[in-house]
């Protein structure tokens, strides 16, 4: 029975090309939008991680918003031996490592890691070994790990690197093994030291622990819960954090609004799908509605109800398996872009990278299960049910004059997805845009700022006067360059990078009940507004007179002069840095420049304030200084300059993340470009589908009742009274439509609004242009029927019988 529906099904196909080729474009189309965000989810939220025994690793750390924080390394030395819901805690820190093999320092990304974190991922070394839990002793001699792709391009792949020293960081370090390219923590790691923790240090660490053969999660977290008074007293009063909290690993790497966003988007694709199978269940019907006196001789000479429906759902299978094999590409392709697009601005990692895998296609089998389902069903269930009398009576003719009411419904329906799809797409497009667009303060000229960071070794450098004075030689070796216009050392590159967020208070001010007020501050040389052209509007800025034996001074931007001292002078006023803290200082503001945005165009635009280099000895953020050059041409065509220029103070002194402004902008925003740009096609594709199927639904039902409206014109109806009687279905179509859908659109908006990307719920400036939209192009999609029906000839007409 099932080959000879196949068979039948396959030549009513082969018959009708058109309608088949359209069916399989329009739910391939919708089932490689879902496969594409399913895809996204699967790497983000479901897929395992490619550690043995993933299902129990968990992360350790304080309780954040977006994700499971780190812990402090004292906490970390109480819980190692103490949980014995873990059998194994490991931690790591993430670390430049400068290496020379010889031939000059080169930097790669790295991390610090125990001997137990290896442990605890499962890698075995491609050659020798990996750490032992004496490599994590304080004063053990230095060893490294490195990865393959180092191993291969810096040593040529020798057989014989074991036992190699090499200088790490400016000091000798022996190679003791070789890990496999497939491993891949931190992401983008590409040599490893060992993690060593001194007593009372406090440093910050992510921690990671794996779960005891007969321990549950919820055992891990019982425990942990009563360590919380414990672990905060081994915390100084200055360093008391949000208590300790365990959950699966994966939360501890992927940021919760990550998974957020991927689910949001998984849903847009799923109403995608389900306009999709709307459109083919319309076509699907028009094609049985055509058949109907088939149908009803079918029935009427004994063929089953139960033959009749699996009849109408191999036609819809066969379509469905063509759009799989239409959909799986469109997925793949999906996914190159987003590689492409995200690999462009940072680096890749193969955590979270999409890719069309098992799972994926497993997922796109039952979709195209669950698609045959929906497209078919209806059709299905008109077609078991004919109208044997009318059928055989009036044969194809009269199929039509009782358009089914099911897919007057159906419109309804394509009508309500379509407007929550473009409410979706449009609330990200505004708020996004807009953002994007946004002018940055010190961005006026990106594509002509180079920015480099430098590694060097901390030996060397120990004190921070040594440290200050390694930049101002290197700023002045490259301000001497006739192709540079400025040149600047800073911990900040405006619209890209923060310095630190640190707060501030008035002197003898007390601490208010919501905290001290938060700023953006950057610790800069006194060539930091001519490198990126920052006006300043009040007082000097930093000169030769700020040295580090000099009263202390600031100059802050024009948003903090207004929320400190609103329409006052700010000029020398002083502030209070740290407040609260050991490291508490006064400093005076000696001059306000235009309001500035240090930090990246997702966080919180907060007030802006500089202290210049020579007086940020003993400060934490002076030691990711970097160097900005303003070139008078390209930026990237002084790369190897400023490599030189380096050197030329320190061969040992590893430049590395060299880009231009401009493209470090672009490294901040590229999570807003891949939302907006996701959003847009799915609200596109939304559009189009609503535009086909509401065509479709017209232009059928003009054509069948082409006998009605010829008599109409043989007795004087007007062309007013013609178009009325014809397009009254669109309009009760597409009001009911809208009105559901606008009523469904109102929670999905909240669920899209986020203050950090300005997206807001219930945007009439959203939902207005929509309506509009939807009835434009609704409007468009009704004229050629429209138009067809004025033309029906009436002598034509009456001859239809």
């Avoid at 949980?83 to 000059?104: H, M, T, V």
């Avoid at 006023?573 to 500035?596: D, H």
Wanted: include cysteine.
């Amino acid at each position: 029975m099932i080959r000879h529906e196949l068979r039948g099904a396959w030549r009513r196909l082969k018959r009708r090309p058109g309608y088949a080729l359209l069916s399989v474009a329009v739910l391939g189309v919708g089932l490689g939008m879902v496969l594409f965000v399913f895809s996204l989810v699967n790497s983000l939220v479901l897929k395992p991680l490619p550690y043995p025994g993933a299902d129990r690793l968990v992360a350790v750390g304080e309780s954040l918003t977006n994700i499971i924080g780190d812990v402090d390394s004292d906490q970390f030395r109480i819980l190692q031996g103490g949980l014995r819901s873990l059998d194994l805690l490991g931690a790591y820190d993430d670390a430049g490592i400068s290496l020379d093999s010889g031939n000059g320092a080169v930097h790669y990304t790295g991390c610090q890691l125990t001997a137990s974190m290896l442990k605890l991922l499962g890698v075995e070394p491609l050659l020798g070994r990996g750490f032992a839990a004496a490599d994590d002793a304080p004063g053990a001699p230095a060893v490294v790990l490195l990865s393959e792709g180092v191993w291969r391009h810096a040593f040529g792949a020798d057989p014989h690197v074991l036992g190699r020293a090499v200088r790490i960081n400016g000091e000798w370090a022996t190679v003791v093994g070789v890990l496999p390219a497939s491993f891949d923590f931190p992401s983008g790691a590409q040599a490893w030291l060992p993690l060593r923790l001194t007593p009372g240090a406090h440093r910050r660490i992510a921690a990671f622990g794996r779960l005891a053969p007969a321990a549950q999660l919820d055992q891990a977290r019982a425990e942990l819960a009563a360590w919380s008074g414990r672990l905060q007293d081994a915390l100084p009063p200055t360093q008391q954090t949000q208590r300790l909290i365990v959950g699966p690993m994966l939360q501890g790497i992927v940021p919760n609004d990550a998974c957020h966003w991927a689910w949001l988007m998984f849903g847009a694709g799923v109403l995608v799908l389900l306009l999709a199978c709307t459109n083919v269940a319309n076509l699907q019907l028009v094609q049985t509605l055509q058949r109907s006196h088939e149908l009803a001789l079918r029935s009427a000479l004994g063929g089953s109800r139960a033959r009749l429906v699996i009849g109408a759902l191999v036609e819809s299978a066969l379509l469905s398996v063509a759009a799989l094999a239409v959909a799986l590409p469109i997925a793949h392709a999906g996914d190159q872009w987003l590689m492409t697009t995200w690999t462009a601005s940072r680096p890749q990692s193969s955590l979270v990278m999409p890719v069309v895998d098992g799972w994926v296609v497993v997922f796109g089998m039952v979709a195209a299960a669950l698609s045959t389902a929906l497209a078919g069903g209806i059709p299905a269930w008109r077609a078991s049910r004919p109208d044997l009398q009318d059928a055989l009576r009036d044969g194809n003719k009269g199929s039509g004059s009782k358009f089914a009411r099911a897919a007057k419904i159906m419109v309804v329906a394509e009508v309500a997805l379509t407007v929550l799809l473009l409410v979706g797409a449009g609330t990200f497009v505004r708020a996004l845009n807009a953002l994007l667009e946004q002018q940055i303060t010190g961005a006026t000229r990106a594509h002509q700022v180079l920015t480099a960071e430098v590694a060097l070794p901390p030996k060397a450098y120990g004190s921070d006067a040594q440290y200050i004075q390694f930049f101002d030689d290197v700023v002045e070796r490259l301000r001497r360059n006739p192709e540079v216009i400025s040149a600047t050392a800073s911990n900040t590159v405006p619209g890209a990078s923060l310095g630190s967020h640190e707060h501030v208070a008035l002197p003898g001010q007390a601490k208010p009940l919501d905290g001290w007020p938060e700023v953006q501050m950057g610790i800069v040389d006194r060539h930091f507004l001519d490198t990126y052209d920052v006006s300043l509007r009040e007082g000097r800025f930093f000169d030769a007179r700020d040295t580090a034996d000099s009263a202390a001074v600031a100059v802050i931007d024009a948003k903090m002069a207004q929320s400190i001292w609103p329409h006052q002078d700010p000029l020398n006023r002083e502030l209070v840095v740290y407040p609260g803290k050991p490291g508490a200082r006064i400093v005076r503001v000696i001059g306000v420049i235009e309001s500035l945005q240090l930090d990246d165009m997702l966080e919180k635009s907060l007030p802006g304030l500089l202290m210049p280099m020579d007086q940020a000895a003993g400060q934490a953020p002076l030691r990711s200084l970097g160097l900005a050059v303003r070139t008078r041409a390209d930026a990237y065509a002084f790369v190897q300059p400023l490599t030189d220029a380096v050197h030329g103070v320190d061969l040992q002194a590893a430049v590395y993340d060299v880009h231009s402004q401009a493209r470090d902008m672009a490294s901040t925003r590229v999570g807003l470009v891949v939302l907006t740009d996701v959003f847009s096609a799915l609200g596109l594709v939304a559009l189009i589908l609503a535009a086909a199927g509401l065509y479709g639904v017209l232009a059928f039902s003009v054509e069948q009742r082409t006998r009605e409206i010829g008599i109409r014109r043989a007795i004087g109806a007007g062309h007013g009274a013609i178009l009325c009687e014809a397009g009254k279905v669109l309009f009760w179509q597409l009001g009911l439509g809208l009105g559901i859908g606008l009523v469904l659109s109102s929670p999905w908006s909240k669920l899209l609004a986020d203050p950090n990307l300005r997206t807001r719920a219930q945007d009439p400036a959203v939902f207005i242009p929509v309506i509009v939209l939807i009835v434009l192009v609704s409007a468009l999609a009704a004229l050629l029927p429209l138009l067809r029906a004025l033309r029906v000839d009436p002598a034509v007409a009456l001859r239809y019988e």
